[in-house]
Nanobody
Framework: QVQLVESGGGLVQAGGSLRLSCAASGSIFRIIAMGWYRQAPGKQRELVARITTGGTTDYADSVKGRFTISRDNVGNTVYLQMNSLKPEDTAVYYC??????????????WGQGTQVTVSS
C-alpha cells in the first residue's frame, strides 16, 4: 500500500500562484510515476501533470507553460508549482502514484484531494 498526503491548496486570485505538495509513504519502492489530477464540478477527473522515476514529465495542454511538476531528490515527494492561475483551474486536485506490481500490472493510489479555488 502507498499512502499519499497532499498539502498546499487554497484560495487565490487570478494571476496568482500556489504550490501543491504530495508526500508518499509505505510501499514506495515500485512506484514508477507520480502526478496530479484534478476534477472540477460536473467534469471528469483529468491529468494535470505527471513525472516518472526517470524524470520524464507530461502536462495537460491547458497548463503547459504555467505549471511545473518536480520531485525531491529522494523521490518521495512531488510538487506542483502553479503560476498564472486562471478561474478555470478551480478544482479538487488529487495526487496520484502509479506502482508496478510483482506480476507486472499497475495499481493507482490516490490522495484525499485538496481544493484549489481561483477567483476572478
Amino acid at each position: 500500500q502507498v499512502q499519499l498526503v497532499e498539502s498546499g491548496g487554497g484560495l487565490v486570485q487570478a494571476g496568482g500562484s500556489l504550490r501543491l505538495s504530495c508526500a508518499a509513504s509505505g510501499s514506495i519502492f515500485r512506484i514508477i510515476a507520480m502526478g496530479w489530477y484534478r476534477q472540477a464540478p460536473g467534469k471528469q477527473r483529468e491529468l494535470v501533470a505527471r513525472i516518472t522515476t526517470g524524470g520524464t514529465t507530461d502536462y495537460a495542454d491547458s497548463v503547459k507553460g504555467r505549471f511545473t511538476i518536480s520531485r525531491d531528490n529522494v523521490g518521495n515527494t512531488v510538487y506542483l508549482q502553479m503560476n498564472s492561475l486562471k478561474p478555470e483551474d478551480t478544482a479538487v486536485y488529487y495526487c496520484n502514484a502509479r506502482r508496478r506490481t510483482v506480476v507486472d500490472t499497475f495499481v493507482d493510489y490516490w490522495g484525499q484531494g485538496t481544493q484549489v479555488t481561483v477567483s476572478s
